[in-house]
């Protein structure tokens, strides 16, 4: 038996020819408020979606809807090709081991040292031997740029970049091929929230990721997007590069990438696709 075997059978795998995201005709509730209203979303193989809208549009809601930590109350969300409604236990496994997800806070465990909550994913969706699992929590803590020694400190002794990128390094610990993103740049200072942005754009490169960024940092968008999706009037109105955005009529797009700030972040940094 391979150290590096999974739980589930290769049966059990996703279909790698199938969008890593569908979303089909969703509807979203809270009681009789409609967050989501028949919203559609196909995100591409490989590219970093950048998903925004105002206060209260339902960004979090998709993706904790993605996610499976809220049910629809109808349509169908797809990952992979498979449908999440109808995922038996294994599969469910195959799919979360498909995907990481870095939460706003990092939602990382606070009586965990960093190493140990980069290896919780691998000791539970894997019978890798402790050995390895140490020296794999290793590497990720490296890849995503902390120093060796932060692997032995708890989240309380991290700084806010610090925090990030240990919270990314346990998404990335199972090789996904899915990255979910949660406002990852909020409450960074512009140094360390450029730094992140030109980490994320790397790793999306090299290990051929395909990226789900919730996020409200226009320069974030411009530096490493290539598509973005906005929700508003309770769907995606629109999906498409900052460019072809900035063509609508809509009255939210238009205020959002041409209002003082988004004309500030074109001036810095063109966007992905302009050429």
């Not at 209260?56 to 969300?77: E, F, Q, R």
């Not at 799919?95 to 909550?117: H, M, P, Y």
């Not at 590497?139 to 925090?163: R, T």
């Amino acid at each position: 038996m391979s150290d590096v075997e999974p739980i589930v059978d290769l049966d059990d795998e996703l279909d790698e020819r199938a969008p890593p995201i569908e979303v089909i005709g969703l509807v979203s509730k809270f009681g009789d408020k409609v967050i989501h209203d028949h919203l559609d979303l196909k995100v591409r193989r490989g590219e970093v979606l950048g998903v925004v809208g105002g206060s209260g549009a339902g960004k979090t809601v998709l993706l904790n809807t993605l996610i499976g930590l809220k049910i629809p109350d109808s349509g169908m969300v797809k990952i992979f090709g498979q449908d999440l409604d109808k995922a038996s236990t294994a599969k469910w496994d195959a799919i979360e081991r498909s995907w990481g997800v870095l939460f706003q806070r990092g939602a990382l465990f606070s009586n965990l040292t960093v190493k140990e909550n980069v290896s919780a994913p691998m000791v539970e969706h894997t019978r890798m031997s402790k050995k390895m699992i140490s020296d794999l929590a290793e590497l990720k803590i490296s890849l995503v740029g902390l120093p060796p020694d932060a692997g032995a400190l708890k989240p309380a002794e991290l700084s806010g970049g610090m925090i990030k990128r240990a919270g990314l390094a346990r998404a990335l610990a199972l090789d996904p091929q899915l990255l979910f993103l949660d406002e990852p740049t909020s409450g960074l200072d512009p140094i360390s929230a450029g730094a992140f942005d030109e980490l994320i754009r790397d790793l999306s490169a090299s290990l051929n990721l395909t990226v789900f960024m919730i996020t409200h940092d226009l320069d974030s968008l411009y530096a490493i997007c290539d598509r973005v999706a906005v929700i508003a009037d309770k769907k995606v109105i629109a999906v498409g590069t900052i460019p072809k955005l900035m063509r609508s009529t809509h009255p939210w797009i238009k205020e959002y990438f041409m209002g003082p700030r988004g004309r500030a972040a074109a001036r810095l940094e063109p966007a992905r696709g302009a050429q």
